[in-house]
């Protein structure tokens, strides 16, 4: 079946440091990916996705590429914030009839002053 | 920016009670979904309803669990007889259509302690 696995974390990082957050999946077809983000306290949002391969998603300074070849997608932003310190979720949905997300089990970034 | 909303935010309960977790889907979304996730766990896919019928469903989600669109607004996920093993934060999503790269979007959550 799907599965993710990303990086386990927790990654701690000082203010306008490099962040990668890597994610790489199993699938069978051509999933989509996403990366969904969690503030304390608050559910989850989607921060960026990619449907295809080759594809970047990109939002708020965070991108990643949809790698087949790799079965990668990893997150990257050339300069965090005091403010992305949050979860951060890899996951993909299968094409065809499935319906669900399929997620990684979240990485903790918690960026220092 | 329309969201969607999910009550009580915390549950606690005794095993063997019935609980009943309510979301309000974005208002002209057509899927609907509810995960949950086990403090320390992955984020977990347990159904998936539309057009008032259950589409997908994970093994997770036995005969202890049922899903309703009572009404044009409302959608909930019902607990027959909670275990304690069900202790987990609950999310519930909705998109508007079913494609693979359509966007779910979720809930706060309702965070459900079974004592």
């Known amino acids: 079946g799907d599965s993710v696995t990303q990086m386990e974390g927790p990654v701690t990082l000082s203010e306008e440091a490099f962040l990668t957050i890597n994610c790489t999946y199993t699938a069978t077809g051509y999933p989509s990916l996403f990366w969904y983000v969690q503030y304390p306290g608050e559910g989850l949002q989607l921060l960026l996705k990619?449907?295809?391969?080759?594809d970047k998603g990109s939002n708020k300074g965070f991108e990643a590429t949809y790698r087949k070849e790799t079965t990668s997608f990893h997150l990257e932003k050339g300069s965090v914030q005091v403010s992305d310190s949050a979860v951060y979720f890899c996951?993909?949905?299968?094409?065809?009839?499935?319906?669900?997300?399929?997620f990684g089990k979240g990485t903790l970034l918690t960026v220092n002053p | 920016e329309p969201e969607v909303t999910q009550t009580p935010s915390h549950q606690v309960t005794q095993m063997g009670q019935e609980v009943i977790l309510r979301c309000v889907p974005i208002?002209?979304?057509?899927?609907f979904y509810w995960y949950r996730q086990i403090l320390g766990q992955k984020v977990e896919f347990l159904v998936s309803?539309?057009?008032?019928?259950?589409?997908?469903k994970s093994e997770i989600f036995d005969d202890q669990f049922s899903v309703e669109r009572p009404d044009g607004s409302n959608f909930t996920l019902k607990i027959r007889s909670t275990k304690l093993e069900d202790s987990a934060m609950y999310f519930c999503a909705s998109s508007s259509a079913g494609g693979p790269s359509e966007t779910q979007y979720f809930g706060p959550g309702t965070r459900l302690l079974v004592l």
């Open positions: 996951a993909l949905r299968g094409g065809g009839s499935n319906y669900k997300l399929t």
């Open positions: 990619a449907t295809k391969a080759d």
């Open positions: 309803f539309y057009n008032n019928e259950i589409s997908e």
């Open positions: 208002s002209n979304h057509l899927y």
